[in-house]
Every structure is written in structure tokens, then in C-alpha cells.
């Protein structure tokens, strides 16, 4: 048996934990989705039935993993975890991004932004463009989250950014397309992607 059970869709941010999967040279085994028919192994993991889902055929037992930004946590190991000093700037950005950058973007692309000052106070990521700001200022003036190095935080910090650049809900700001460009030239990325890419050709021509 794989040492992971690896639940995803290609089509979905599964391709992020993907990605994090060939950062760490894990041995996975992927279990694909449909959305109209869960395998029960994936409810019973996690009932929300979402992707990735990951399963750690840990030598103590399983352990189930849901979120893409604790994947791209608890996968980081040696050369792709922090050290002391990149602590901060590894889980301030991880957790920054998947939390306010995440929701606020999807909150205004669903025309759900609080719009008064009060309601602004009451949601985690406040003002949404000064929280863009925040992250494109700090991509701008550091090569990776964590400085001059990547670890298994730009996995998931890149792959908000590419999304939101693909997406049009990030801004074209050089400081993200020049970071999104640096992510795409990981060997992981490319090799993470040709996967998804294939599956979503496959579906496609089944469709
Ligand atoms: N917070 C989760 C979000 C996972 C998520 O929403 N996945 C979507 C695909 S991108 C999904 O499984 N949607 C199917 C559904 O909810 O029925 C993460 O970061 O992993």
C-alpha cells in the first residue's frame, strides 16, 4: 500500500496538494472523485466530501488531512519545512492566505463584500485590496514566502496567486506574475500539472 491515500478531482484544488505531493516525493496513491458519486472512504474521512483529502498510512494509524494549506504544512519536511527564523514568515502567509486572501476573494467574486465599515471589522480579511496589497508587497520584495527559499508554503501561496491571476480576481501586479512565474518553473509543479492536465484532457473527450 502507498504510504498516502490521495482523494482529488483534477479539475479542483486537489492540484495544489498535488503539487505539494511531488515537492515531497511522497508515495500516494490517488483515489479520483466524481462529484455526483463519493466513495465512501472519502465520506467517511471527511463527511463534507471535499478534495484533496489525504490519508497518512502513518505506521501508528491513519490520519486524515483536509485543507489544502495543512497539507502543504504537514507535508513540509526537511529542506521544504522553516527553519526558526522562516516560522514566521512561513505560517503568516500560509495561514493569511487561506484564511482573509482566500475568503475575501471569493466573498467579492460572489458580490458578497461588506461594503460598511462595521461589517468590514467582523470578517477576517477587512479591507480585501489592502490585504492584496499586503501579499503583493511582500512577494514583491522576497523571492519566496519565506525569503530567498521556497518551502512548501509557496505550493499553496503560489497556487492562490496563479489561480487569482487566471481567475481575474488578483490584480496583474508584476510582483504576482513574477512570483506565479518562479512557482511554474518548480520540476513538481510541471510534473504535478501534466497529471491534472491529462485526467482533465480524459474527462473531456468522455464528456
Ligand atoms: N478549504 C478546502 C476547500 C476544499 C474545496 O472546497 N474543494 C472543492 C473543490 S476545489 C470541492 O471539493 N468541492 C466539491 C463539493 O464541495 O461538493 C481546502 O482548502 O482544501
Known amino acids: 500500500m502507498a504510504e498516502y ?36 472512504a472519502l465520506l467517511s474521512a471527511n463527511p463534507l466530501g471535499k478534495v484533496p483529502t489525504l490519508i497518512h498510512h502513518a505506521p501508528g494509524g491513519d490520519r486524515v488531512i483536509t485543507e489544502c ?10 529542506e521544504l519545512a522553516p527553519t526558526e527564523e522562516e516560522r514566521a514568515d512561513f505560517f503568516r502567509w500560509l495561514f493569511f492566505t487561506a484564511g482573509p486572501i ?4 471569493t466573498a467579492r467574486h460572489l458580490g458578497y463584500e461588506p461594503k460598511d465599515p462595521r461589517a468590514r471589522a467582523s470578517v477576517g480579511f477587512g479591507d480585501i485590496d489592502v490585504a492584496l496589497s ?29 489561480w487569482g491571476l487566471q ?41
Open 69 to 78: 494549506a495543512a497539507i502543504c504544512a504537514y507535508l513540509a519536511k526537511g
Open 102 to 105: 482566500e475568503q475575501g476573494v
Open 134 to 162: 499586503m501579499l503583493e508587497a511582500h512577494l514583491g520584495t522576497h523571492g519566496w514566502v519565506c525569503g530567498e527559499r521556497f518551502t512548501l508554503a509557496d505550493v499553496y501561496v503560489g497556487s492562490q496567486v496563479a
Open 5 to 40: 491515500t490521495f482523494f482529488t478531482h483534477p479539475m479542483s484544488r486537489g492540484q495544489i496538494a498535488r503539487w505539494a505531493l511531488h515537492e515531497a516525493d511522497a508515495d500516494y496513491e490517488q483515489a479520483l472523485v466524481t462529484w455526483e458519486d463519493r466513495p465512501a
Open 167 to 207: 481567475f481575474g480576481t488578483f490584480p496583474k501586479a508584476p510582483a504576482f506574475v513574477a512570483y506565479s512565474e518562479r512557482c511554474a518553473e518548480r520540476e513538481a509543479y510541471k510534473a504535478a500539472k501534466a497529471i491534472d492536465d491529462a485526467l482533465i484532457a480524459k474527462l473531456q473527450q468522455e464528456s
